[in-house]
């Protein structure tokens, strides 16, 4: 019977055909009947299988059966989880479809199918895009931040005044506002007390000595500055590198490495001396030919006239004999010193001369311990013994001793001919020639002589002062280097370098210019100078402790302002570099950038030049800026010393000459609102009218100011308006008046008047609602107006004072100086009112007819018409004097009514002032639309029934 069942149960179910047969019949319903059949591989029919089954599973599944999850499910209960609504919640939710189209694909629909794919393909795409954007931006802004970051940071602390390397002074942002103004004859104590307490703090952690040192250097330095000014001011030329040689001579210390960094310093100052060629100073005075202010100016700040011109060609010249002659003075000395310290050896003895002197440092420097020659020397023998010719002619010229090297070799001339039979005739006619070039045909032989004698010889088996002589006068080589033992230290080097330098204006070419110079052999100042920048600090100073000494070497080869860049990067040499900065600007030898070029953190900026090296340009404003920056508040004075020299590139090509201008004007304003030394800076006016000039009016000339209005219009007026807006209205007031903005400085009484008129604490009482006429009677002529004890005093001083000159009355408008009477009448009558005096107070306002207290209706509404017309500096305390008012009128009627006597009399006041509260309701009712509901409820809560 199970066997029946079973063969029946098997011939029920369909086949694989039948099922077959029953899929494409699932197609009928479709209109398109050339479709394509869509046959799937038994994997396919297995994944969508597995696919089914787990909808299946979704949709039966249970929450926690038991055990751990159990367990977990009662913790979380606990906790306020739901945690079998949160399962229950996902086991729900289909996700299967979510990227699915919202619009159902058949699966014979292969183009919707490929469209949906593309989309999804875009989509992703843009996601991923969207994620990659992301993180380069994140990436890029902590690279951004990290680089440089030391740098960067210690440059903003700067720039706000936070940090200030190599000083231990604490002061605010140069133009921030603080403390109070000074008036004439005081001190101000403040930014004094702050620098002792900040060489105090110094010296209690180990720095005092240095910044004792520091601030002494600093002093002789302003000594050197404020002199600079004054000779300015007199028109006088002033040997300004010179004096602060003479500023810097014997600021050596028993400290450790102080006296030699003092030394160095020294050294600077003698390279700047020879630099600028300021020469013939005695005593701190030019004796012959005096450099100007501003002399190299004009051939140096255009680059086009530096590199193009035959002024520009004279001046680079001019910083090569300058650079040689230093670094000739230097090996002088050097050589007597070494002589001093041998004295056995050298064998100077007698009277010296320069050739004994030569000789004897060729003996200490040259000869073995011995007392034997090199073997790599020539020598001839003469009467004295053996003599290094090459060595000593080579010293002479070293040593800028052109002539004496001349006649040694015209001394030893026949033994000289032995070793070389032409130099002599050469070496005579390189020494005649102005520019120190041979010839041509003179020049083409001593090329022939030197390629037979020296090329393809090893260097090392020559004399090397022979070598040397022959680069020297025929200029051979001159991007070659020199032997070795000529060029241990870098002055020498950077001596021979310069002495093969030639300036010309001829382009680049083959031919040869009037110079003699072929354009393939050209070797300037600016190819010496890039040679000593691809080397870098790295070489001249690679311990990183001799700052001075790479500072030195960019100014010898004429490289201003990256050297002054360069120094003040040091902490303890940013004082020096800004003298150094101040040097360059007077003599004419720094370049500005224009405001559209400057960097906003750095000093240095470089601009691009297609016809020669990049040109520099040195922020001289910003440096003089952050200087002054630490005593701008207790030495304004300084300050304002240190100021005036940013008008010194005035005269730079447009715009950036007016630009220095404009930037001198700004940093001037900063230092009066920030010291609020008006008296001192700016001058005062007494009470009587006289005015007395200030600094900077009197050094207007070294500002570029035309006549006294435009300091006006400039200085005092933009810093009163400045101190309006920073609400500092005394300030304000003074300047405007320093200014002869007389009328201003009525409507500026006025509305600080108004703004205070309900403050009693503001005046003195016992004397604020005095008569105003008693008050001017006790005006002190010579007096200022900045001694006034509070803004109601100033404004009784001020407005009495003009109303004695008629000059200031007729520029003052009625309109102002009514306002301002009826102010401090009011302010009268608020003393009065605290003070108690109610019927003074009453009648004082009756008598500004301000409030009609009498009359009808008709009048009182034609009073309030004209109250539109009121200033703003009364019209904004209506509420307030219409409350005092009826306060008056209030007590002094409760007054009366509680009063023990009766008469007419009496009756009549208390009748007098009911009227008056009627006709002040009456009036508040025409104006009801200024002022606030509840001050007209209480008005009529005060008035009197």
């Known amino acids: 019977m199970d066997a029946t069942m079973t063969s029946a149960s098997a011939s029920q179910q369909p086949s694989l055909s039948d099922l077959l047969q029953q899929s494409r019949k699932l197609t009928n319903h479709l209109s398109r009947s050339d479709l394509p059949a869509i046959q799937l591989g038994l994997d396919q029919i297995e994944n969508q299988s597995r696919k089914l089954v787990g909808r299946a599973a979704v949709n039966a599944g249970g929450v926690y059966p038991g ?71 994140y990436r890029n802004v902590d690279r951004t931040l990290h680089r440089n970051w030391e740098k960067q940071k210690r440059k903003i602390m700067e720039e706000f005044g936070s940090f200030q390397p190599g000083a231990s002074i604490s002061a ?15 001190t101000s104590v403040s930014g004094a007390t702050s620098f002792v307490t900040g060489v105090i703090a110094g010296a209690s952690n180990g720095g005092g000595s240095r910044s004792l040192q520091m601030h002494s250097k600093m002093m002789r330095y302003d000594i050197v500055v404020k002199k600079l000014n004054e000779a300015r001011l007199s028109g006088t030329p002033f040997p300004l590198a010179h004096a602060y040689l003479e500023a810097v001579q014997g600021m050596s210390s028993a400290e450790p490495g102080v006296a030699s960094k003092s ?47 035959i002024d520009g060609m004279n001046l680079r010249r001019r910083l090569i004999c300058g650079a ?91 033994m000289l001919r032995k070793l070389d039979h032409s130099f002599l005739g050469n070496f005579k006619s390189w020494i005649d020639s102005p520019d120190r070039i041979l010839p041509k045909m003179l020049r083409d032989r001593f090329f022939a002589e030197y390629n037979l004698r020296f090329r393809g010889i090893s260097p090392d088996s020559v004399d090397p002062y022979k070598l040397a002589l022959y680069k020297l006068i025929g200029r051979i080589d001159p991007r070659k280097r020199f032997p070795v033992s000529l060029v241990r230290n870098s002055e020498n080097w950077l001596w021979l370098q310069l002495s093969l330098v030639r300036e010309h204006l001829s382009s680049a070419s083959d031919a040869i210019d009037d110079t003699g110079i072929n354009g393939r052999d050209s070797y300037t100042l600016q190819d010496v100078a890039a040679t000593v920048l691809n080397f870098g600090e790295a070489h001249f100073d690679p311990k990183g402790n001799r700052p001075y000494h790479y500072f030195q070497i960019l100014i010898l080869v004429g490289q201003l302002e990256r050297s002054i860049a360069f120094l003040y990067s040091r902490p303890a040499c940013q004082s020096d570099a800004v003298q150094f900065a101040i040097t360059a600007a007077y003599y004419g030898l720094l370049r500005v950038p224009s405001n559209a070029k400057a960097s906003h953190m750095d000093y240095l900026t470089m601009d691009e030049q297609e016809t020669h090296e990049p040109i520099a340009y040195l922020d001289f404003a910003k440096l003089i800026q952050r200087y002054v920056r630490p005593f701008v508040e207790f030495d304004a004075r300084e300050a304002l010393q240190y100021l005036y020299l940013v008008c010194l590139s005035a005269d730079a090509p447009a715009p950036v000459g007016q630009e220095q201008v404009a930037k001198c004007h700004d940093l001037i304003r900063s230092l009066v609102l920030e010291s609020r030394q008006y008296f001192e800076l700016l001058g005062d006016v007494r009470k009587d009218g006289t005015k007395t000039a200030g600094l900077i009016e009197q050094s207007a000339r070294l500002i570029k100011f035309a006549d006294s209005q435009a300091y006006l219009n400039s200085i005092v007026r933009t810093a009163a308006a400045a101190s309006e807006a920073q609400h500092r209205t005394r300030d304000a007031i003074l300047l405007y008046n320093l200014a002869e903005e007389y009328d201003t400085v009525i409507s500026v009484l006025n509305k600080e008047l108004g703004n205070k008129l309900m403050d009693p604490s503001s005046a003195r009482i016992a004397d604020s609602y005095a008569p105003l006429d008693s008050q001017r009677t006790s005006l002190r002529p010579n007096a200022s107006f900045a001694a006034a004890e509070d803004i109601t005093s100033m404004a009784h001083e001020i407005l009495a004072s003009y109303e004695k000159q008629n000059r200031i009355v007729r520029k003052v408008s009625t309109k102002n100086r009514d306002t301002c009477k009826m102010l401090l009448e009011l302010k009268r009558c608020i003393a009065a009112y605290s003070a108690g005096d109610l019927e003074h107070a009453l009648q004082a306002i009756e008598t500004l007819e301000l409030i009609p207290l009498r009359g009808d209706v008709v009048t009182i509404t034609r009073k309030a018409e004209e109250f539109k017309d009121i200033d703003p500096a009364i019209a904004a305390n209506l509420s307030d004097i219409l409350l005092v008012t009826m306060n008056i009128i209030s007590k002094l009627h409760t007054g009366l009514r509680s009063s023990m006597f009766g008469d007419s009399s009496k009756q009549r006041t208390m009748t007098d002032l009911r009227h008056k509260a009627r006709a002040l309701l009456t009036y508040a009712g025409q104006l009801r639309l200024r002022m606030s509901n509840e001050t007209y409820s209480q008005l009529l809560n005060l008035a009197p029934q």
């Not at 506002?177 to 005081?186: D, H, I, L, Y």
């Not at 050294?267 to 005593?283: I, L």
């Not at 050097?334 to 041998?342: S, T």
């Not at 090297?405 to 015209?410: C, E, G, H, S």
């Open 67 to 137: 055990g751990e999850e159990a367990r977990a499910h009662y913790l979380l209960a606990n906790g306020g989880i739901n945690a079998a609504g949160l399962a229950d919640a996902i086991h729900t939710t289909n996700i299967a479809h979510a990227f699915e189209p919202l619009r159902p694909i058949h699966d014979t629909d292969v183009e919707g199918y490929l469209k949906h794919e593309h989309e999804q393909v875009i989509l992703s795409a843009i996601e991923e895009g969207r994620r990659e954007t992301i993180r380069d931006f």
């Open 263 to 309: 030394v160095a310093l020294e050294q600077c100052w003698r390279t700047v001396t020879h630099m600028v060629c300021e020469r013939d100073v005695q005593g701190g005075e030019f004796t012959r030919t005096a450099i100007r202010e501003r002399q190299y100016a004009g051939a140096y700040l255009d680059p086009e006239k530096y590199f193009g011109s």
């Open 324 to 414: 040689k002659s230093y670094l000739e003075e230097q090996f002088a000395a050097h050589m007597e010193d070494a002589i001093a310290r041998n004295p056995v050896k050298a064998q100077l003895g007698g009277i010296p001369s320069v050739q004994s002197t030569v000789a004897a440092y060729c003996r200490v420097h040259l000869q073995s311990k011995e007392g034997q020659w090199s073997p790599d020397l020539e020598t001839i023998v003469t009467s004295k013994g053996k003599v290094p010719i090459w060595a000593h002619i080579y010293f002479l010229l070293r040593i800028g001793q052109e002539i004496e090297a001349v006649q040694a070799a015209v001394q030893y001339e026949p």
């Open 172 to 186: 605010s942002a140069f133009g921030a506002s603080r403390g109070a103004a000074v008036a004439p004859g005081e």
